[in-house]
C-alpha cells in the first residue's frame, strides 16, 4: 500500500519538481516571470473553475477556521522551541515562519489532486485545498511578513499585501457569478479559464523546481533540522488531534491533515529575502524539509486513508 502511494501520488508529484530543477540547472529562467504566471493567471483560473463548480458551502469555512488555529498553535510551539534553543530576534522570527507555513499551493494542490484523482470526492477535496491556499496566503502576507520584518511593518502596510494578492479578487468574482443566473460553462471564454486551471498543476511543480535549483545546499545549520522536524513531524500530530477536537471528518479530515504535513513555503524564503532576514536558514529549511516529505508525505497519505 506505501508503495503504491509513493509510486502513485509522490514519484509524479517529485518527477516534475525534478524535471524543473533540471531544466533551472541547464538554462538562465526568469523565476519571478514563471511566478506571476502562476500567481496572476493558473492559480485565479483553479479557483474560480473549483468554486464555482462548487455548491454554496458553509462547511468550506471550516478549512479556514482550522489553517488560522492551527497556525496559532505552531506559532506558539515554534516559540517555546525558539526560546528554549536561545535563538536571536531575527533567527526566531524566521524559524516561526518555516514551522508556520507550508507549501499548500505549488505542492498541496497537486498533491491532493493526485490522492483523490479518479474519485467523486476530488471537486470537493481540491475545493477545501483552495480555502486553505487562500488562508495560508492571507497569513503568510500578514503574520508572516510581520515576524521578517521584526514588527517594523505597520497595520497599513499589511493591509496594501493582502489588496494586492489576486486571490482577493477572485473571490469576489467567483460570488458575483454564482448570483447570476447564467452556467458560465456555456461562455465561449470558459475553455480559456479551464485550460488554465488544468496548467496548474504541472507549471507550479516545475516552478517548485526551478526554485530549489537556484539553492545552495548546506546540511550543517542544526537549527534547519528542528525546523524540519516540527514542520514534518509534529505539525501533523497537531493537526490531527485539533481535527479530532473540531469533531471533522471524511475528505475535509484527509485533506486537511495532508496538507498540515507539507513542507515550508517557498514563500518564506523571499519573504526572508525582501526584509533580510535569515535568507540562508529559509532557504535551507525549504530543501530540507521538501527532500524529507519524500519519505513523510507516503506515512501521511497512508495513515489519512485510514483514520479518517
Known sequence: MLLHIWLYNIAPVFFL???????????NLEIHSLSKLS???????????????????????????FTVVFVILLSLISSVVARLNSYHDTRKNAFKNAVMFYNSGNLGLPLISLAFANTPMLQYAVSNQIMIIISQNLLNYTLGFYNAARGKMDFRSAVKAILKMPIVYTILVVLLLKFIPYDMENFFLWPAVKYSSDALVAVNLLILGIQLSRVNFNFKDFDVYWAAFLRLCVAPLLAYLLI???????????????????????NTVLIAVEFENEHEFAVQTVVMTTLFCLFTLPLVIFFAQRAF
Not at 525534478?18 to 533551472?24: A, D, E, I, K
Not at 473553475?49 to 462547511?59: G, H, S, T
Request: glycine fraction near 6%; avoid cysteine; aromatic fraction near 12%.
Open 39 to 65: 500567481v496572476y493567471v493558473f492559480i485565479p483560473a483553479t479557483m474560480i473553475v473549483n468554486l464555482y463548480k462548487a455548491p454554496i458551502n458553509p462547511d468550506l469555512l471550516m478549512p479556514v477556521t
Open 17 to 27: 519538481i525534478g524535471l524543473g530543477y533540471m531544466l533551472g540547472k541547464k538554462f
Open 244 to 266: 479530532v477536537f473540531l469533531r471533522i471528518d471524511g475528505v475535509m479530515a484527509k485533506t486537511l491533515f495532508i496538507s498540515a504535513a507539507l513542507p515550508t513555503a517557498v
